[in-house]
């Protein structure tokens, strides 16, 4: 279905992809898995045309990407779906709309397109949603929409860019869910890329993990957590750049998971810090461990804590044990009701 060749891409002296082999069978649901700037999105958007790689080969349903351009691009594009991290719906549109705006970019018959978007919106679980806008959904909801969307045109792949690391553990199991349901019914070749193995464990059959600008490992993800390869110790933080390792430090977010989730993608945002999320698989497990524990490079370690204090969070050090509170929260986050209000509202 999509096989890379010794791929590479550069971004003038910036080498991102740099030889990178791998093989996607169709029908499959592949994790691609890395940290920042290893090459994931780049891979993904080369994939789907919108970055014209420079030497190797990319096969895509039996095309070299490479190949096309003008109308043959627009038409190869149209078997390829794509999802965001932000969703990257227009606001001033509502969710019928949003949904239809493919179709109606097509010309298809208003007819059709009615149909489709309300079949669409019954399979993603929000048809009560038709008329709202998106500053009127929920994250989970304006993902679902996005989904919506990326299907409308009937796509052989789905590409997905960490479209579950803007959403809470709760949510984003439910989007796993929803995306397994949608392969499982409409045989759709799906590409996740993500950094978070949680998800990767929960959705992925198989894996390929990316160092810099290459395929370090592959396999099925059965295969890869069993064996425990240096490069998944890496990405999850027990390797070299793991607890211990030289120039990171791990922390423990003290939390509750459905409140931590969603700091973290913002505070890896808003910090343009490299935030690598470990601990178990409350996706998988159900489990409700008393945080997230989270590494990061030594020199973000200020910044880092700076915005914890200043949110009220409290923390444990993975090398001291100790935690960090400032006497503001207790040890799941909650704060003293004589001392503040509460942890801030927008990260609830």
Known sequence: MITARNL???????????????????????????RSGAGKSTLLRCINGLERYDSGSLIVDGIDVKTLSGKAMMAFRKNIGMVFQHFSLLERLNVYDNVALPLRCWKYKSAFIDRKVRDLLEIVGIPEKIRQRPRELSGGQKQRVAIARALTMDPHILLCDEATSALDPKTSKAIIDLLKQINGQMEITIVFVTHQMSVIRGLCKEIAIIENGKVAVSGTVEDVFRQQPGALKNLIGEGDAGPGGEGMKTITLLLPREIAGPLIARMAVQLGCDLTIQGGDPLLSGEDPEGLTISFPEKDRLGVEGYLAGHNVAWKDADTQ????????????????????GIRPDLL
């Open 322 to 341: 100790n935690t960090r509170s400032s006497d503001r929260v207790d040890a799941y986050g909650k704060a003293y009701e004589t001392q503040v209000p």
């Open 8 to 34: 590479t891409k550069s971004f003038g002296d910036t080498h991102v992809l740099r030889g990178l082999d791998v093989h996607i069978e169709r029908g499959g649901i592949y994790g691609l898995a890395g």
